[in-house]
């Protein structure tokens, strides 16, 4: 099998937690180079720009796209026009819309666009998905809370606008839920927290349904200090499913079913692989509609400013 060679553009913390390592180890995949202004890897080619990697960087086949999103849809654009494969990080763009020029873009070049939402390769997603299916489900709770100095220190691109905010990691929530649900769910009100010096909420509450009526909560927070939660509870006729620490255990009433290490982003550099090889894409957008969704129809309320 011919390898994919993938340079990695945007070399920040998630890129070298999680990427690198991820690249190593799924077969089919190698990282050839890095593209990024602060950081680089000694034993690879390194670049500060997308241009210059593209322009004058070794032989590759595909970029994975580790930048703030409000500069991804430049950078995706460049890529694809240059032949390449592209892995979006989540969220995939700054805006719904902008996304619709590049699936035309890969397509049109035969090429694979993969907009990736890692948290639903956490272990007990499927599981939860496969559970759920055969149960009726009654109401769900989202809480999804983070200390933002932990997770994203010295990222102010995070509260600028594109970045998101706490839906930044809200969007994993959202991701799952869209997941291991077996009906589309809507956003039909939000509470959106803006500090009084940002531009991005910093926590929000959302009440979302289904076509039937379900109650679906969800509160976000990126003022968590100590333990961290990112759980969803999932009440049913047959029991309560809860969905803990980002999506790697699952339990019914309290007795856990399903739990493994974490190896989402090899799910991921698999699935890349895996479209590369044909040329085919991958692009799901209802997270982030939801998140769009929450902006649109959002009561917003300024509180205390925030200082990192």
Known sequence: MTELRIAIVGFGKIARDQHVG????????TLAAVASRNASLPELPHFATIEELLEQGPPIDAVSLCTPPQVRRAQAAAALAAGKHVMLEKPPGAGVAELDPLIAMAAGAKRTLFATWHSRYAPAVEPARQWLAERRISSVHISWNEDVRVWHPGQGWIFE?????????????????????????????????????????????LTLTDISGLPVTAEFDFRQTGPQSWDILVETDQGRL???????RMAIDGKVLAEAPDEEYRGLYRRF?????????????TPLRLVADAFLLGKRTIVEPFVD
Do not use: C, H, W, Y
Not at 22 to 29: E, F
């Open 273 to 285: 692989v895996e479209l590369a090889a044909t040329g085919a894409s991958d692009v799901d957008l």
């Open 242 to 248: 809860t969905l803990s620490n980002g999506g790697a």
């Open 161 to 205: 606008p594109g970045g998101l905010g706490v839906f930044d990691p809200g969007i994993n929530a959202l991701s799952i839920l869209t997941r291991i649900l077996p009906k589309p769910v809507f956003v039909t009100a939000a509470e959106l927290g803006f500090p009084a010096n940002r531009q991005a909420p910093i926590a929000a509450n």
């Open 22 to 29: 991820a690249i190593a180890a799924v077969p089919g995949a």
